[in-house]
């Protein structure tokens, strides 16, 4: 069955501009989780969203925010965008907290 | 407080020899231990999945150990291949809310 997908995969941004990731879980799974993976801090947790609810949350700025559909596919937004929010963003998938399955990462470079 | 503490930070090691990779840990109560490769800009991919029970898991040249009573875990690389050299990354999880605490990861590189 087809894996966690992420896209874009790469993208290019612009300081103050915004952008918008885009997770598709495994068929089923209705968990979806993202997380910010720099190379200093490792992977941070960004927020979790399970049945289109925001479950967790981690601490980032309000900046940060995400959505999910009726389809289970969710969304990340970030918003006036800032040199250090240049990372890879990470989607994980989970059916009923049975571990994550991550996608590739979307790499993010804001200049 | 929950934390999740991997060492060495970062190893290299000659191909085909042995390495063994560290996890300590503090989050409580637990439910499972996993430990994840990640190649450089992919995700991370799961290797073995413990729960408080298992003292040993395998997967093929990786052998990971957990001693829930000392909240240690290692995980073992046998006879090491340069497809090896990753982020391997250690996440341990709770029994409810979907709460899951990873490490910041070991970086291994392999080198002929």
């Known amino acids: 069955k087809a894996g966690v997908t992420q896209t874009p995969r790469y993208l290019i941004k612009t300081r103050g501009q915004q952008v918008t990731l885009s997770c598709s879980p495994i068929s089923g799974h209705r968990s979806v989780s993202w997380y910010q993976q720099t190379p200093g801090q490792g992977l941070q947790f960004l927020f979790e969203y399970f049945s289109e609810t925001q479950r967790n949350k981690g601490n980032f700025p309000g900046r940060f925010s995400g959505r999910q559909f009726s389809n289970s596919r969710s969304e990340m937004n970030v918003s006036t965008l800032e040199l250090g929010d240049s990372a890879l963003y990470l989607c994980a998938s989970s059916f009923e907290g049975n571990g994550y399955t991550f996608g590739s990462g979307t790499r993010l470079t804001v200049v | 407080k929950n934390q999740v503490e991997q060492s060495p930070q970062s190893l290299i090691i000659l191909e085909g020899k042995n390495c063994t990779l560290q996890?300590?840990?503090?989050?409580?109560?637990?439910?499972?231990l996993r430990w994840y490769k990640q190649d450089t800009g992919r995700g991370p991919v799961s290797l073995t999945i413990m729960t408080f029970s298992e003292n040993t898991k395998s997967n093929g040249r990786y052998t990971a150990t957990l001693d829930a009573d000392t909240k240690q875990s290692s995980l073992h690389i046998t006879a090491s291949q340069l497809s090896d050299s990753a982020s391997y990354i250690c996440?341990?999880?709770?029994?409810?809310?979907?709460?899951?605490?990873f490490g910041t990861g070991t970086s291994l590189t392999v080198i002929p």
């Open positions: 996440v341990v999880s709770k029994p409810t809310g979907n709460q899951f605490y």
């Open positions: 996890c300590n840990y503090t989050v409580s109560p637990f439910s499972n």
